[in-house]
């Protein structure tokens, strides 16, 4: 009697199922429907190596493959230099007498100074200058060159008239061209050529002798200029070199005073 009794007072449980349970409150996922896990995406393997020590390294270059590409690096540079250098030599003399003719460098005829202005030009008489002439010839050349006459007085826009004797003493053709400067420098762009020898080919024959012509003026924009004040003297100074083919002369040079 007392077991029954205390069975009567002990609260009743509700019996347990079985199955899956529910899902936990909160996390928004729909009754019954089983839970998506996403995994990270791992990147491919690299592909390894297995070393003597039994551990995996990566695979390197080899010491031949690194020196083969560093080689075909330098010999491109290299190639691409050569051929910059061969054009640049072809266009130097060529683009160095546009751009003397443009600024009067080395004694070029400026633009706008020509022979059509000789004409209206007014001499400044009592500016005297002194125009001395020089005449040389490289080592391999075998003429014989030089000024007929050292120096003339002139005055600035007056025009002027020289000559130099070129002899070729050998028994064989020669042909050569010649190049000039100025001294000063900056006296350079007043000193304007009518007519020259200069960057042409000249063409001696065996003991053949020849008289070249200079005709030239200076600009009397020279006496108006402050930095030609103490200048009385100017030198205008040639240089021949034998024409081969294949070859240039150099380009002209230039001294300070």
Same mark, same amino acid.
């Given at each position: 009697m007392l077991l029954s009794a @205390? @069975?009567? /007072?002990?609260?009743? /449980?509700a019996p347990r199922r079985l199955g899956p349970s529910p899902p936990p409150r909160g996390l928004g996922c729909d009754a019954g429907? +089983? @839970?998506?896990?996403?995994?990270?995406?791992?990147p491919a393997a690299r592909p390894y190596v297995q070393s003597r020590g039994g551990v995996k390294s990566r695979k390197r270059p080899s010491f031949e493959e690194q020196r083969q590409t560093r080689n075909k690096t330098v010999l491109t540079y290299v190639a691409a230099a050569g051929v910059a250098m061969v054009g640049l030599s072809y266009a130097a003399v060529p683009l160095y007498r546009l751009y003397c003719q443009a600024t009067g460098l080395g004694g070029s005829a400026v633009a706008g100074? %020509?022979? %059509?202005?000789?004409? =209206?030009? *007014?001499?400044?008489? *009592?500016?005297?200058?002194?125009? =001395?002439?020089n005449a040389d010839t490289h080592a391999s050349m075998r003429w014989n060159f030089r000024p007929q006459q050292t120096e003339?007085?002139?005055? +600035?826009? *007056? =025009? #002027? @008239?020289? $000559?130099?004797?070129?002899?070729?003493? =050998? %028994?064989?053709?020669?042909?050569?061209?010649?190049?000039?400067?100025?001294? +000063? $420098? %900056? #006296?350079?762009?007043y000193f304007n050529k009518i007519q020259c020898f200069c960057f042409e080919e000249q063409r001696l024959n065996p003991?053949? *002798?020849?008289?070249?012509?200079?005709f030239f003026y200076i600009d009397p924009e020279f006496d108006a200029d402050p930095r030609m004040a103490r200048v009385d003297t100017i030198t205008l100074s040639y240089t021949f070199f034998e024409a081969k083919e294949g070859q240039r002369p150099p380009l002209p040079g230039y001294a300070y005073s």
């Open positions: @205390l @069975l009567r /007072q002990a609260p009743r /449980q429907r +089983p @839970l998506r896990v996403l995994w990270p995406q791992i100074h %020509d022979s %059509d202005l000789v004409a =209206t030009m *007014e001499p400044v008489r *009592e500016r005297v200058i002194k125009v =001395t002439f003339i007085f002139v005055v +600035p826009g *007056e =025009t #002027a @008239l020289a $000559f130099y004797k070129a002899k070729n003493p =050998t %028994d064989k053709p020669i042909i050569g061209i010649s190049t000039y400067n100025v001294v +000063p $420098f %900056d #006296a350079g762009q003991h053949e *002798e020849v008289d070249m012509p200079v």
